[in-house]
């Protein structure tokens, strides 16, 4: 080969070397970069999932005590209502009969 071929072959390989390290380059850039953001979305919806499955445990204990709570409640007001104007009851009946029964008397 005469000096400009060999001068054009070298330049050819230099370029074709230069290009192929920036490709490669490239490559491994976007491969990490890709990895990076598969890591990232990974860890954000294992984030999110856990932050959700902890938001909906408190809201749903809060819910169940709430609910607890309100048919304690009502079923002791019930029981208490009861128990009271049963005694009301009786205690009306007992002054009533003996009221009846002194006037009888008198």
Known sequence: FDQA?????????????????TTTSSLN?????AAIHSGTT???????????????TSAMN???TSLFHSITTTALDTATTSALDSA?????NSATT????????T
């Open 29 to 33: 850039s976007a491969t990490t970069s």
């Open 62 to 64: 809060s819910a169940t």
């Open 5 to 21: 071929t060999t001068s054009a072959l070298n330049l050819a390989t230099t370029t074709i070397a230069a290009l192929a390290d």
């Open 42 to 56: 990974s860890l954000h919806h294992a984030v999110t999932t856990s932050a959700l499955a902890d938001a909906t």
């Open 98 to 105: 003996t009221n009846q029964m002194n006037v009888a008397t």
């Open 88 to 92: 009301t009851t009786s205690q009306y």
